[in-house]
């Protein structure tokens, strides 16, 4: 069982940044590929970015678009993502994901979830 926690989240005016924050719970999240999603209101829960376990391999959403960086830090079993240039259309509440020996931008393949942290930003 990995238990991660999302953290970092807030207000934020348009063109901010914030940086999000998942901490997991165990050491062997290192094996694991991570990655980040959204959810807004009424709408599906959609992919914005993945990191292998080796941080060798990312992927991004289209509508990133250079504006968000994911990376992780084993020794901390923590994985980042840094967003700037924020936009009111990233409102939503974003979750950190782990997958067991993938890294992947299929939410299915996902085997374990945070409790999510919201991201608001006003125009």
């Known amino acids: 069982q990995v238990q991660v926690v999302e953290s970092g989240g807030g207000l934020v005016q348009a063109g901010g940044s914030l940086r999000l924050s998942c901490a997991a719970s165990r050491r062997t999240v290192s094996s694991y590929g991570m990655g980040w999603f959204r959810q807004a209101p009424g709408k599906e829960r959609e992919f914005v970015a993945a990191?292998?376990?080796?941080?060798?391999?990312?992927y991004y959403a289209g509508f990133v678009k250079g504006r968000f960086t994911i990376s992780r830090d084993n020794a901390k079993n923590t994985v980042y993502l840094q967003m700037n240039s924020l936009k009111p259309e990233d409102t939503a509440v974003y979750y950190c994901?782990?997958?067991?020996?993938?890294?992947?931008?299929?939410?299915?393949?996902?085997?374990?979830w945070g409790q999510g942290t919201q991201v608001t930003v006003s125009s």
């Open positions: 990191i292998s376990w080796s941080g060798g391999a990312i």
């Open positions: 994901a782990a997958a067991g020996g993938v890294v992947t931008t299929t939410v299915t393949r996902y085997d374990y």
